[in-house]
């Protein structure tokens, strides 16, 4: 099973107010309140088993396993895919480290430049996948060609 923490500045999570008393020394004047009238915290856990990421893939690949285009092909795009998703995760951790203030601006500064020579590399591999496919398509047909780009775009 894969556990995945959901840090992106879209996903809001409450927080647990501090129940402990401001004051160490400080007496209860009031005695605590009912379990019916307390608000229970909410929180989110999400745990995805690796079949279901398996199948979760294999789902978003339906379409280039269903071509007509050959093996190399297939596998080329589906890098595409794979390179262009995590291109985006590291787009999103680059703009939530922008909006995180736990860090001083020397850990942020380097956890961004980390981050921004990831995505240079992810990049990288982008355009080389996509150059591969070009290659690969050469001497298909135009149909085959217009398919597989047209899967690259997705």
């Given at each position: 099973m894969s556990v995945i923490a959901a840090n992106h500045p879209a996903i809001r999570l409450p927080t647990v107010p501090d129940t402990k008393p401001a004051a160490a020394g400080e007496e209860k004047t009031s005695p605590p309140a009912p379990a019916a009238e307390?608000?229970?915290?909410?929180?989110?856990?999400?745990?995805?088993?690796?079949?279901?990421?398996?199948?979760?893939?294999?789902?978003?690949?339906?379409?280039?396993?269903?071509?007509?285009?050959?093996?190399?092909?297939?596998?080329?795009?589906?890098?595409?895919?794979?390179?262009?998703?995590?291109?985006?995760?590291?787009?999103a951790e680059l703009a939530a480290l922008n909006s995180d203030t736990s860090m001083t601006p020397e850990q942020r500064k380097a956890r961004m430049d980390n981050l921004r020579s990831a995505l240079a590399t992810l990049q990288s591999s982008l355009s080389m996948a996509h150059t591969q496919l070009g290659k690969a398509m050469k001497g298909e047909s135009a149909e085959s060609q217009m398919e597989a780009m047209s899967l690259a775009a997705k």
């Amino acid at each position: 099973m894969s556990v995945i923490a959901a840090n992106h500045p879209a996903i809001r999570l409450p927080t647990v107010p501090d129940t402990k008393p401001a004051a160490a020394g400080e007496e209860k004047t009031s005695p605590p309140a009912p379990a019916a009238e307390a608000k229970p915290a909410e929180a989110v856990a999400v745990t995805i088993s690796t079949a279901g990421f398996k199948a979760a893939r294999n789902d978003r690949n339906k379409d280039i396993d269903s071509s007509n285009l050959k093996d190399n092909a297939k596998q080329l795009l589906k890098m595409i895919r794979e390179l262009k998703k995590q291109i985006a995760d590291k787009q999103a951790e680059l703009a939530a480290l922008n909006s995180d203030t736990s860090m001083t601006p020397e850990q942020r500064k380097a956890r961004m430049d980390n981050l921004r020579s990831a995505l240079a590399t992810l990049q990288s591999s982008l355009s080389m996948a996509h150059t591969q496919l070009g290659k690969a398509m050469k001497g298909e047909s135009a149909e085959s060609q217009m398919e597989a780009m047209s899967l690259a775009a997705k």
